[in-house]
């Protein structure tokens, strides 16, 4: 069986516990408040503007024998610039401070899924970091497009507050076939059980990030300036 499909089964059960998180539900059926979204919008804030130095650092870290997924790192270095001044944005669109979110802390969820991730490309081993991938994008494929849909509806938000979720939602699509064949040339059984470990646990943290906010019932950490009425 090629790894990626591998990967895909044996990740299952905790995709579905994440999946199972009351706000992702929520957003799912359009039950979800202005300040639900923006606190899950804060959130993504706060772990998507690490995505751009942990690719850096899983390059600098990958070994000669791996030089061919160093490229691809390369490539996803590339698409990934910027993505987070793009939730900034949507936040802005939403009526909110966006600089009072730029200087905002992470909620503790929040914390400990980067601090996983950087300890698992300094510490164990830079391959983990695709565990992280195959959550985040196979997460957005699954549900982004969706979900923006519905939380644009109930709330009546400009298009214009939702270009992360719909832009993960189709530049996943491609990125998750590109990472489909990276992942199949992967051979040695201890790197694939690696990142299965990884993956495994970047789905409790990230699920665990989806249930704080829920748990918060709003934005954690501090006080917006902007109109709640956005539309």
Same mark, same amino acid.
């Given at each position: ?24 539900? $929520? !957003? ?13 919008? @804060? ?43 793009? &939730?900034?944005?949507? &936040? ?6 966006? @600089? ?8 503790? !969820? ?26 985040? @994008?196979?997460? +957005? ?11 644009? !509806?109930?709330? +009546? ?5 939702? +270009? ?5 939602? !189709? ?40 249930? +704080? ?5 709003? &934005?954690?950490?501090?006080?917006? $300036? ?6």
């Amino acid at each position: 069986m090629a790894f990626f499909k591998t990967l895909t089964n044996e990740t299952e059960a905790a995709r579905r516990v994440l999946f199972s998180a009351p706000i992702i539900e $929520k !957003s799912l059926t359009g039950d979800i408040t202005l300040d639900d979204y923006v606190a899950f919008l @804060e959130q993504a804030y706060h772990h998507v503007k690490h995505t751009i130095p942990l690719l850096m650092s899983v390059g600098a870290r990958l070994p000669e024998d791996k030089e061919w997924l160093r490229e691809a790192v390369a490539e996803y270095i590339e698409e990934e610039l910027g993505h987070q001044e793009w &939730i900034l944005n949507d &936040i802005a669109a939403c009526g909110y401070d966006k @600089e009072a979110v730029r200087n905002s802390t992470s909620n503790s !969820s929040t914390e400990l899924m980067v601090a996983y991730a950087y300890d698992m490309v300094n510490r164990v081993n830079p391959l983990g970091f695709f565990g992280m991938v195959q959550v985040l @994008e196979g997460t +957005s494929v699954s549900i982004a497009e969706k979900a923006a849909d519905k939380i644009r !509806s109930a709330l +009546s938000l400009p298009k214009e507050a939702f +270009s992360y979720l719909y832009s993960h939602g !189709s530049l996943d699509q491609g990125h998750i076939k590109f990472f489909e064949n990276l992942m199949n040339q992967i051979e040695d059984s201890r790197e694939q059980e690696q990142i299965i470990h990884a993956a495994n646990m970047f789905y409790r943290l990230y699920g665990d990030m989806f249930r +704080s906010i829920n748990g918060n019932h709003g &934005i954690p950490h501090m006080t917006y $300036k902007g109109i709640k009425d956005a539309a």
